[in-house]
């Protein structure tokens, strides 16, 4: 079995929440908003860091569209994005179901 390589539109998409996903503090912002949507002030208390340092990370968070956001009155509360994790789920279970990138011989 061969998988496609990733390319064009998807390459796009994945490679920014891979590399979203790379991060310790990142990957702590998305547990605690698998629970509930939350604003900033919330998830810096939880966290225990400063809201610049929080909100570099949610910027990446948000730009490579794993994070929704919805402004309420002065606060911006954030949320899961299930669409963008179902595509890089979706692409991470092709390795999960034995479907590999194909070597060439001359490779071997």
Not at 1 to 19: A, D, H, T, V, Y
Not at 24 to 48: F, G, T
Not at 64 to 77: E, I, K, P
Not at 80 to 106: H, M, R, W
Request: glycine residues 4%; hydrophobic residues 40%.
């Amino acid at each position: 079995m061969s998988m496609q390589l990733i390319s064009g539109k998807n390459f796009g998409e994945i490679l920014p929440c891979l590399r979203a996903l790379s991060d310790p503090i990142r990957l702590n912002v998305i547990s605690l908003l698998q629970k509930k949507e939350m604003c900033v002030c919330d998830i810096c208390d939880i966290l225990q860091i400063k809201q610049p340092k929080l909100s570099f990370h949610l910027k990446a968070l948000r730009e490579s569209g794993l994070l929704n956001t919805r402004q309420q009155g002065r606060w911006v509360y954030y949320s899961i994005n299930p669409q963008q994790f179902e595509l890089v789920i979706d692409y991470l279970a092709q390795y999960l179901n034995g479907e590999t990138i194909s070597v060439k011989e001359c490779c071997r």
